[in-house]
């Protein structure tokens, strides 16, 4: 399994960001994915996740409402739509599956859960 972030950058806050994950190695679409973030200095911590089979989404509270997951199952990508983007969201910003399996809901908050991580995207919020 392999998947690959992209789209990070830098934006002004109040802007807006679509970050794109894409996973290859993992069959039948519909797959469950996580986003994390690392801040410099700081843990890695949970953003968002999709689960597998299902439209649910699952986010943190700094980000609920700004942030929006979505999935192309066609092609195999999870998008992470951040609008609203502010200072504190500067990190490097991580997509991670939980590979075949389907994880319960509690689970998809926690990194431990996740086999297989992109390699990160790091996204700037400066004036």
């Known amino acids: 399994v392999q998947l690959q972030a992209s789209g990070g950058g830098l934006v002004q806050p109040g802007g807006s960001l679509r970050l794109s994950c894409s996973a290859s190695?993992?069959?039948?679409?519909?797959?469950?994915m996580g986003w994390f973030r690392q801040a410099p200095g700081k843990e890695r911590e949970f953003v968002g996740a999709?689960?597998?089979?299902?439209?649910?989404?699952y986010y943190a509270d700094s980000v609920r409402g700004r942030f929006t997951i979505s999935r192309d199952n066609t092609n195999n990508r999870v998008y992470l739509q951040m609008n609203a983007l502010r200072p504190e969201d500067t990190a490097v910003y991580y997509c991670?599956?939980?590979?075949?399996?389907?994880?319960?809901?509690?689970?998809?908050?926690?990194?431990?859960?996740?086999?297989?991580w992109g390699q990160g995207t790091l996204v700037t919020v400066s004036s």
């Open positions: 999709i689960r597998k089979g299902s439209t649910a989404t």
């Open positions: 991670a599956s939980p590979g075949m399996g389907n994880p319960i809901m509690s689970s998809y908050y926690q990194a431990s859960t996740y086999p297989y």
């Open positions: 190695g993992l069959t039948g679409g519909r797959l469950g």
